[in-house]
Structures are given as C-alpha cells and as structure tokens.
C-alpha cells in the first residue's frame, strides 16, 4: 500500500512541469488561455457530461459522486493533439500532447469518499507570424508567441445524505505562470539587407487562487429506468495575478537593452459558474444524459490578456451524452464487456473578436476496455471540434484528438483476515 501511495505522489509531483505544454490555439491568449473542464476521459467521450455517477469511476466535475466510490480509484489521463488553422490568406498545421490529469479516490468511510489529483486548470500555447510593408518601402515581420498555463491541486469529499442523494465540495488552489513574447523585426530596410537588432516586448504573468466547486447528486427509479440528477455550482473567487512586462532590444539573441514597462499586481476574476444535468437508463447496459452549464466569462475583463478587438461575455454550453454495455458480466466474450461511449456538445466560449463571438462545438467517441476481471480499464477516446470562424478577419480552428487513461481500482484499506 505504502508503495502505491509513493507512485502515486511522485506522479502528481512530476506532471506539474508537463502540465503546461498543451495547446497550439490563438484564442488561448485571451483571459487565463483555454480552459479544461471536460473531466476524465471516461466523461469526456459522453461529450464532457457529469450527471453520471457509479462506484468505480472518479468524476472530476461533479463532487458529490465522490461519495459513491467503493474501491481506491486512481485515474490517469493524456491526450494528444492535432490543429489545422485556416484564415483567409494562410492554412498551418500543428500538434501537441499533455498529461490532462492524475487523480486518487478512496472511501474512508462507509458514507465518504476523498479524491485528490492536479490537473491543468487552463493553457496558453501559440505562434502567429506576419510581415507588411510600411511606407519606407520596409519589410517588417512580427512574430508572437506564447506559453504556459494555470495548474489546479485539489482536495474534494463526498456524502451520502440518503441512498438517494449525495453532496460534495471540491476545493482547488490554483497556481501557474504565462509568457507572451512579441518580436519586431526589420527584416529588410530598403536595400535587402535586415537589421539586425530586433524589438521585443515580453510578458511573464503569475497567477495564485482558490476556487470552490459543491455539487448535489440525485440518484431513484421510475418504473423500469434509472435516473440521475446533479446541481453543480462554483462561486465566484478572486485570483492574483503578477504581470511583469518588459521591452527589450535583442541582437543575435542577447538583450542589448531593457526597460520594464509594466510591473504590478492586480485581482482577476474566476467566474462562477452553474451546471445542471439530467439523465436516464438501465444500470450496468446504457445511460444517457444531457447537462447545461452557465459560466460568468464576462467577469474575465478584468484579465491583463486583452486588446482592443477582444471582449468577454457569458458563456453557455449544452452537451448531450451516453454509454452503452452489451452484457457487463459475460463470460463468453470480451468485447460484451466493452463500454461503447460517444457524445456531443456545443459552446459559445465568452470570448468576442472584432464583435464575432467565438464558439466550439465537437463530437466524441471512447471505448472503456475492461482489464481481466476486477474494475480496472482502460479508456480510449476520439474527439473532433471546430473553433471560431473565418470571418472579419479571424481563423477558423478544427482540431482531432486521441486520449486514454487508466480508471484502476483496489482494495487499500480494507484489514485482510489473512497476511
């Protein structure tokens, strides 16, 4: 047990210094970068829904299901990436992968369950190139480019009220850093040859909070089906947030000159936000359920990331969702046991271009592979979105994804009668 905890620990530690690493959007400058709130990859395949709750799987979004957890759960998750951008006068293509979560559940008691793990709470990840012409007949190319992102550690415990209802909290603290660099450079002065020393205006932000998350989880019958309900709500907090910015002069990579332009501190605001979901089906052979979530994204104005094209607005998201086991216990064929996954969901996202609002819309697919005979699995998933739009001069973002991650479960802290 000691040495599984040990594993544990060290992996958490560890994934910190990946957890930054996993984007190639534009739209990820705005605000704190992209933020993930799909949940493991077991919920992200029913297209990020969390009304679902079992004994067996960590549902990161949804609190009260944590006192449903029967088994130690420890859940592990990655995803890789690929983007293709497309504007008006330019189509690039790019790639990245990222540890998406790790995360430890366990009863402690006949009624509680305690999960704690680190996740990417947001990330920052792109690079746009440019040039024009001014008037002096110069070739000006600028560059920018940016990255990092906000890290999440959280603590969270659920409780059985009733065998029907079930409430939890969530309580995350969130720390991270962003560097956004823009580069200038005279690449011809008029006589084909460059200048050689380049502008630079580089931009480190720093970023400490908390946040809440408490939820509320109804599981009963009606006639021959099974239902499931859960209220999740976040509150609004405040984070701070350093931002140091310096313009520099740069020659063959050396700053020659700098002088910081820019350094203080302010308060931003983690929106709160409110998810409701609903669902039905049979236990152990197919669920489906549908979720709402509202987030207060019009708070993020206050963010050092803006300009003069951007605004925030309240964000909506709707996603639709389910699973599907032909025979759960069969022992006559594997693939009987298999977990068919698959869901859909759409969001504008709150950030608004040059008055065009940005949404994301995506469909999903997984497969959850049982290994042997306990409860652990192993998850797979498939996802394909859309981002943005082409229009008034902005770039349209269509993205695939492969992820998998281990759901795996034992007995811990269960006193054996034989050693």
């Known amino acids: ?34 933020v993930n709130n799909s949940g493991t990859n077991e919920y992200k395949a029913m ?60 009863p402690i008691a006949k009624k509680v369950g305690v999960v704690f793990g680190l996740t990417p709470f947001s990330n920052v990840g792109y690079k746009i190139n440019g040039q024009y012409k001014n008037d002096q007949n110069q070739l000006i190319k600028n ?4 990255n990092g992102g906000v890290n999440k550690v959280f603590l969270g415990a659920g409780y059985e009220v009733t065998p029907n209802i079930h409430i939890g909290i969530d309580a995350g603290y969130h720390f991270g850093n962003i560097t956004n660099e823009a580069y200038r450079n005279i690449a011809n002065i008029g006589d084909g040859s460059p200048l050689q020393t380049v502008s630079r205006e580089l931009q480190e932000l720093n970023y400490r909070g908390v946040s809440l998350k408490t939820s509320v989880q109804y599981t009963g019958k009606f006639k021959q089906y099974d239902w499931q309900a859960n209220v999740t709500y976040s509150p609004q907090t405040k984070w701070s947030n350093d931002n140091l910015t310096k313009l520099q002069l740069v020659r063959l990579n050396q700053v020659i000159e700098s002088q910081t332009i820019i350094d203080g501190n302010r308060k931003i605001t983690n929106p709160q936000a ?35 094209i951007s605004s925030f607005e309240n964000s909506n998201k709707f996603s639709v969702g389910g699973f599907y086991i032909p025979k759960y216990n069969s022992f006559t064929s594997y693939f009987d046991r298999i977990v068919y996954r698959a869901g859909i969901r759409y969001e504008n996202t709150g950030l608004v ?33 859309s981002r943005g739009t082409k229009t008034n001069g902005l770039t349209r973002e269509n993205y695939f994804s492969m992820y998998v991650g281990f759901s795996m479960n034992d007995l811990w802290f269960k006193r054996r009668r034989f050693e």
């Open 274 to 308: 409110l998810a409701m979901g609903l669902g039905f089906g049979k236990e152990h052979k197919w669920f489906v359920g549908a979720q709402y979530t509202f987030t207060e994204n019009s708070k993020l104005a206050d963010s050092w990331n803006t300009s003069s």
């Open 47 to 106: 297209g990020g829904t969390s009304v679902y709750a079992d004994s067996i799987h960590i549902n990161l979004n949804n609190p009260a299901s944590f006192g449903k957890l029967k088994l130690t759960t420890f859940s592990l998750g990655a995803t890789a990436k690929f983007y293709d951008f497309a504007s008006d006068d330019s189509n690039n293509k790019a790639k990245r992968q990222t540890l998406d979560y790790i995360a430890v559940g366990f």
């Open 143 to 146: 560059s920018f480019e940016g």
């Open 353 to 385: 271009l040059n008055d065009k609002a940005i949404n994301d819309m995506a469909v999903n697919a997984g497969f959850g592979f049982p290994i042997g005979r306990s409860f652990t699995n192993l998850n797979i998933g498939f996802e394909y979105g």
């Open 1 to 34: 047990m000691i040495k599984k905890i040990f594993l544990s620990l060290s992996l958490i530690c560890g994934s910190i210094a990946m957890a930054q690493q996993g984007n190639a959007s534009p739209y990820s400058f705005y605000g704190i970068g992209n």
